[in-house]
């Protein structure tokens, strides 16, 4: 965001100038005024949004940081946050509540009308990262005797609709569901023409209690716009739209990354204590198997003695086979995550990538013996080394695919642990392999 907007808005907040401030954020788009909350100092941004009032739109809440919106939160008069959760979408609303301490939530909800304190407590009840968290509960359902010309009235007349939608839902006086009508197909069909009669059938509907990883390949592998959301006694709760999946797609994405490096669930607007806090657990598990490399290397410190070239060669060796691991498994995590690999490909993939490995060993050792044999003039030590970048690029390829299968078994997530095993396993095997045959070899 530009530094002139910014400058602009910090002065109209100092000089509280709210006919200023609302004239400089009314065409904002709610992720444009995100952008512009994090961009302030943690101290205007609470002063920013008093000096807004009824215009200040809470739906951008959804798109901050979770520290910054816990922060922000905590700085607002409850009853200030309580009406304006009641005029969100309740998926909006259950996003930003669901970070609350218990404490906090309960106070805004007690301060929230009793229908749709229900409405948002229902779906606060789901599990976490579900279905039931992440629907909207504001949908259009009709019975399928009703007309073609009867829904399009009800639509027209009936203020409390969904913002958008794309589809209606047919249901019996239970709300089980019986099928859906698409907008399109409503819309072309004759007013006399009964619902009934044009509906279709609802091939691809959610459980409420599914995760939304799984909802989030659900819409991908069937290009939805939109699926119904059904409780445990098949009614029709809620329904999931398309932007609420590319916020998941988003968030999973976004996990898996931070999961990989071992930053946890760490934001940009972390303070200094909680990076630290988040990132030395994971360092501390890396040192630990760098403790474990160096004990291999420290066995075989008289052979490094009596060569040294052994200790110029030896992390190359390692190094390749850690970044050829980390290849496999980057391609196995994410066959994981998408379900990709499964047992009816997995032998054949652990064969591709125990095969890449062999082949990429030998090229690369043919390249290395030839660079070891110029350097050193060494033609024992260029063969030694061209077989331990066979050895160590093999098992790099399958450690690489083996160890994420093994913890997705476990029922580990593979995107957390993988890395550090691997790493270890490459570290292990290519010192363990070059020094070893450097010992056996020149009888040291």
Known sequence: MATVFVDAVLLAIDAGDRALARQLTHDLHEADLADLIEALPASERSRLVALLGSDFDFAALTELDEGVRLSLLQNLPVDTVAEALSELDSDDAVF??????????????????????????????????????????????????????????????????????????????????????????LLRTKRPVSVADIMGETAHTVRAEEDQEEVARTFERYNLVSAAVLDEAERLVGVLTIDDIVDVIHEEHDEDIKRMGGVGDEEISDNVFNAVRSRFIWLMVNLGTAVLASVIIGLFDATIQQMVALAVLMPIVASMGGNAATQTMTVAVRALATRELDAYNVRRIIGREGTVGLINGILFAIVIGLVSAMWFGNGALSIIIALAMVINMVAAGFAGILIPILLDKLKADPAIASGVFVTTVTDVVGFFAFLGLAAWWFGI
């Open 96 to 185: 930003i509540l669901e970070d609350l301490s218990v404490e906090d939530r309960a106070e805004i909800l007690d301060q929230i009308p009793a229908l749709e304190r229900l409405v948002l407590q229902r779906s606060l009840n789901y599990p976490e990262e579900s279905a039931g968290r992440r629907m909207q509960t504001e949908y259009i359902a009709v019975p399928p005797f009703w007309t073609v010309g009867q829904a399009i009235d009800y639509m027209r007349d009936t203020e409390d609709l969904p913002d958008s939608f794309y589809e209606l839902f047919v249901v019996d006086p239970t709300y089980r569901l019986l099928g859906t009508v698409a907008l399109d197909r």
